[in-house]
Every structure is written in C-alpha cells, then in structure tokens.
C-alpha cells in the first residue's frame, strides 16, 4: 500500500527539517511526500533542498491559504492512503507509516487514526497534553468531535468521493472535511490506541481565545453545511474533557 504524506508550509526554515527528517526515516518503503510552500520569503525552499532528497514533488507558489494548500497537495497525490503532517510536527516514531498501512490493509479500512501528543519547545520528550483522538464517532461531530487531523490517514478514493477542501474556512476546514466525509457514518475506521503524531505547541487552532471563538463559528457552520443539528453549547461541551488531556497523559 503506497501512503502519500502532505505537507504544507510557510517561512517554516526552523522547524521544516525535524519534518523532513521523520518521513524520511519512515521503514515504510516508497512513501510519497510532497511539500507544498506558499512562496515562503525566509530559507524553506533551500531547506527542502537541503534535506529533502526523499521529497517526491516540491511547490513553492503562492496560494490563497492553509485548505488551498492542501487541496494542490491531494490533486499532486498518488497514493492509496493519504495523511497531512504539518512544518511542525513529526511522527512519534519510524515505524508509524508501516503500521497504520498494515492496519488499514489487513482490516480493509477506509480511514485510520491515533492521538497526538503536544510538547512544548524545546524538549521534544517534554508531553503536556494528548489529543485523545478515541472519543471521536460520527455522532459526536454535533459535539465538535473530530480525530487529531495530521494523525488522521484517509484512502485517496474518500477524497475523490467527498471532494476537497473548502478554503472560504480559515481555521475549521479539516473539521467540515470530516463532518462531510464521516457524517453517513458508511466509513470503515477504527482508532490506533497510540501516540502517532508529535506537534509543538502553538498551532494557529490553539493559538488564543479569538481562534477558539473562531474555530467554533466555523464548527457551527461546517455543521450545519453538512446537515447536522448542533447548537453553541453542544460545542461548547467538549472543552472539559479537552482540559482533562493536559492532565491525562
């Protein structure tokens, strides 16, 4: 099974070559990476150069936003399976990709996912949360719920049914990805009780209280886009459980 891994970027110089650097040690053979850059003004494309010898398609263009980015990236994708890791994440370990591509072959899986664990700079080892991605079922999308995104690994033909991202959504575009695609409740999934994915803190949906308010417009909206009842306080429900992630590691 042939795993095509996303990742888009800009002015991301600092941190684009830890991401390099985990999917090329993946023990996974022939994955296809592909490096999407919004026509950075800082050292990206050298360090593409520099470090990506496995990266199979590099652009370097301008774009009209992060969903916009990953829609050049999934129309360039080959392969079976499809996953987005960030400029600043990595996966947990080298033997993620083979694992999750077993998983989802052996059990003719539509889609697969597992937690991500945050860790705060510079200790990589240093987990302050888990993004528990296990409390995520198609009816719990009226709630927000939604698997940790560059831990989530999707088969290319879901795309191809369901379409691409929506890019007038600036911050919840994997939210009403998901609520579209996994809303019939006909995907075969499960998740994988495992840490899969490593993310910094500070990603722009975790960065301050206008982004959650942001964020939960934009989940209002995907939700009722898609045809599922929900109001604020559903919504709004959720961030209990998601304060006790910083708590139970």
């Given at each position: 099974?042939?795993?095509?891994?996303?990742?888009?970027?800009?002015?991301?110089?600092?941190?684009?070559?830890?991401?390099?650097?985990?999917?090329?040690?993946?023990?996974?053979?022939?994955?296809?990476h592909i490096v999407v850059d919004g026509a950075s003004t800082d050292a990206t494309a050298e360090v593409v150069r520099r470090h990506g010898d496995h990266v199979a398609k590099f652009v370097s263009e301008p774009?009209?936003?992060?969903?916009?980015?990953?829609?050049?990236?999934?129309?360039?994708?080959?392969?079976?399976?499809?996953?987005?890791?960030?400029?600043?994440?990595?996966?947990?370990?080298?033997?993620?990709?083979?694992?999750?591509?077993?998983?989802?072959?052996?059990?003719?899986?539509?889609?697969?996912?597992?937690?991500?664990?945050?860790?705060?700079?510079?200790?990589?080892?240093?987990?302050?949360?888990?993004?528990?991605?296990?409390?995520?079922?198609?009816?719990?999308?009226?709630?927000?719920?939604?698997?940790?995104?560059?831990?989530?690994?999707?088969?290319?033909?879901?795309?191809?049914?369901?379409?691409?991202?929506?890019?007038?959504?600036?911050?919840?575009?994997?939210?009403?990805?998901?609520?579209?695609?996994?809303?019939?409740?006909?995907?075969?999934?499960?998740?994988?009780?495992?840490?899969?994915?490593?993310?910094?803190?500070?990603?722009?949906?975790?960065?301050?209280?206008?982004?959650?308010?942001?964020?939960?417009?934009?989940?209002?909206?995907?939700?009722?886009?898609?045809?599922?009842?929900?109001?604020?306080?559903?919504?709004?429900?959720?961030?209990?459980?998601?304060?006790?992630?910083?708590?139970?590691?």
């Amino acid at each position: 099974m042939k795993v095509t891994v996303i990742t888009v970027c800009r002015n991301s110089e600092e941190t684009l070559p830890d991401t390099l650097r985990s999917v090329a040690e993946q023990s996974l053979p022939g994955v296809e990476h592909i490096v999407v850059d919004g026509a950075s003004t800082d050292a990206t494309a050298e360090v593409v150069r520099r470090h990506g010898d496995h990266v199979a398609k590099f652009v370097s263009e301008p774009d009209h936003g992060i969903y916009d980015a990953m829609n050049k990236g999934l129309c360039l994708a080959t392969g079976d399976l499809v996953a987005f890791l960030n400029a600043d994440d990595r996966y947990a370990d080298a033997g993620v990709l083979e694992r999750v591509a077993r998983a989802v072959h052996d059990e003719g899986l539509d889609a697969i996912f597992g937690d991500a664990a945050f860790f705060r700079v510079p200790d990589r080892h240093s987990v302050v949360r888990r993004y528990r991605s296990d409390r995520f079922s198609p009816r719990r999308l009226a709630w927000g719920w939604m698997p940790a995104h560059p831990a989530l690994f999707m088969r290319r033909k879901i795309f191809q049914r369901v379409g691409l991202f929506h890019t007038d959504y600036r911050i919840a575009g994997d939210f009403e990805f998901v609520a579209r695609a996994f809303k019939d409740g006909t995907l075969r999934y499960r998740h994988l009780p495992e840490i899969l994915v490593m993310m910094r803190l500070g990603g722009v949906s975790t960065a301050g209280w206008r982004s959650t308010l942001l964020l939960n417009r934009e989940v209002l909206r995907a939700c009722r886009e898609n045809g599922i009842p929900t109001n604020l306080m559903k919504v709004l429900s959720k961030y209990p459980m998601k304060l006790c992630e910083y708590f139970l590691l």
